[in-house]
């Protein structure tokens, strides 16, 4: 058996059977291998950024690992920003590289480059392949690899003269590690601070699931204690029937304003809170002055068992308020943000998948969400823009039976957009709703707050932070990828659009033009 058969083959072995790609010559045999073994998916991208970002979200809906194919160090490089939203999500994803030739690397060709040194930025576990016989067990070990530290990126790199090679055999699979157990002093040290008055508990990363909002929501009907979400998180699931949870603003002033007078904070799966940038006079630790930082759970650990087994000791008889279903349409006239997230609320289907990058929208589609339809959201980790159109390519894959609604701002939009053309090769169910404001009005925000003047909507300053002259035309953009699109501007278009897109099958866009921020 050729090296690339047994590395697909042990994958599939393993429970990988999806592989989001942008293959180039040194990873041939591996896609050649997609013939010999048809159990694993192949879904090609326009970009490694595509690629990767949807590799993350695939994992993040399924909770098992998802593979990525990227050509040597500068596929890598052009699938790192995605990786590394990926690591602060703690996503289980397996990265194969592929790479020179073993004797070919001496000769220095144009593409050769240290991919090692690339992937150990945002790998937690990274590896190259050395000869044919231990490819496959190269595979499954890296797969484990990806469950370790509540979840990680795994790098393997594959030299092309491995895949081609004859003399493999395929592998077993390897144990992937599980979350850790909360310990029972945890439970009680958590379970001290709840009790006391002005308790806050922070929920993030696994700690988001049904299973744990529920208990969370038990804790707060019993003790007072406030709940808040960490402003990024991974795997949400919210809306009515839920608990109601208000997300940890994004801007460090609104946050600590959250967090004041908190006597205590606990964590449950969320890391204590930083501000996202530094800022002259505003402090980066936002943990209020003589507030316990409490760790229920942290990333590695099972949070919805700690919340449960909290809830079970301060808690036995509560029940937790879920949210009621009150998500009226906006009325008639002009668009804006305030409408537009109010008009995705309304309309949103029953256990549909949310991809939110819609960075300045946000702080107005979080609480609108909150009384929507059951659903599952998810969100920008790391930071890193150009996560949306990949994400939902990744969960609509995941989870064809979900429809997926994407709120997509329009600059970091255009970082990915070729993720368009996957969604309509695959036909998948996918409503992007792409917010037009024409600038990167987060900027214009920024520039105030950073201290560097105010907000700029002329001069050369301003040239930077707008996107006119010319404006994207983002209804061509998507026909020229095949996925039909209209442009609305006024709130009864847009509900119309949704519906429409709601009911035909396979992806669309409705590019909504409203006015621009700061």
Not at 103 to 110: G, K, Q, S, Y
Not at 395 to 409: E, Y
Not at 437 to 445: D, G, K, P, T
Request: glycine share 10%.
């Amino acid at each position: 058996m050729r090296g690339a058969e047994a590395l697909v083959g042990s994958l599939v072995g393993a429970g990988v059977d999806v592989c989001f790609m942008n293959p180039g010559t040194s990873e041939m045999h591996f896609v050649q291998a997609l013939d010999s073994v048809p159990e694993m998916r192949g879904v090609l991208t326009l970009f490694e950024g595509v690629a990767t970002g949807a590799a993350d979200a695939h994992a993040r809906v399924t909770g098992r690992p998802a593979a990525v194919l990227l050509h040597l160090g500068p596929g890598l490089g052009n699938g790192m920003a995605n990786l590394h939203n990926a690591r602060r999500a703690g996503t289980p994803l397996l990265c194969v590289v592929g790479a020179h030739a073993t004797d070919h690397v001496r000769h220095d060709a144009p593409l050769e480059s240290d991919i090692t040194a690339l992937a150990r930025t945002v790998s937690g576990w990274v590896h190259t392949c050395g000869d044919v016989r231990d490819v496959a067990d190269d595979a499954v070990r890296a797969v484990a690899a990806t469950g370790e530290r509540g979840g990680q990126v795994a790098t393997l790199v594959l030299p092309a003269d491995v895949s081609w090679s004859d003399g493999a055999a395929l592998a077993p699979a390897l144990p992937v590690a599980g979350p850790v157990p909360a310990a029972s002093s945890r439970v009680g040290d958590a379970a001290k601070a709840v009790r006391e008055p002005g308790a806050v508990m922070l929920l993030g990363g696994p700690g988001l699931t049904a299973r744990a909002m529920d208990a969370a929501g038990r804790v707060a009907a019993a003790t007072g204690t406030r709940l808040l979400v960490e402003t990024f998180p991974r795997y949400w699931d919210t809306g009515a029937g839920r608990p109601r949870v208000d997300k940890l603003a994004y801007f460090a002033e609104q946050a600590l304003e959250q967090l004041e007078g908190a006597s205590s904070l606990v964590l449950a799966g969320a890391r204590a809170p930083v501000s996202f940038f530094g800022y002259p006079g505003i402090p980066g630790d936002l943990v209020p002055d003589g507030a316990t930082v409490v760790g229920l759970a942290d990333a590695a650990s099972d949070a919805a068992a700690a919340l449960e087994a909290l809830a079970a000791e301060v808690a036995p008889d509560a029940v937790a308020e879920p949210a009621p279903r009150d998500a009226p349409e906006p009325p008639p006239g002009p668009l804006d943000v305030r409408s537009l997230c109010a008009a995705v609320a309304a309309t949103l289907p029953e256990d549909a998948i949310v991809i939110d990058e819609s960075l300045t929208a946000a702080a107005v589609l979080a609480p609108a969400l909150q009384t929507a339809a059951p659903h599952t959201q998810l969100a920008l980790t790391g930071g890193a823009i150009g996560q949306g159109p990949p994400a939902a390519l990744g969960a609509a894959v995941a989870a064809p039976d979900r429809p997926v609604v994407a709120v997509q701002a329009d600059g970091s939009a255009l970082y990915t957009l070729q993720a368009l053309w996957t969604q309509a090769r695959e036909q998948l169910d996918v409503t992007t709703v792409l917010i037009n404001n024409a600038a990167y009005a987060i900027l214009r925000v920024e520039l105030a707050r950073t201290g560097a003047g105010e907000a700029a909507h002329s001069g050369r300053a301003g040239r930077m932070l707008t996107l006119t002259d010319p404006t994207p035309d983002f209804v061509s953009l998507a026909t020229g990828y095949g996925v039909p699109a209209r442009r609305v501007e006024t709130t009864e278009d847009l509900l119309e659009a949704l519906r429409w897109a709601h009911r035909e099958p396979g992806p669309h866009l409705i590019e909504a033009i409203v006015p621009a921020v700061g």
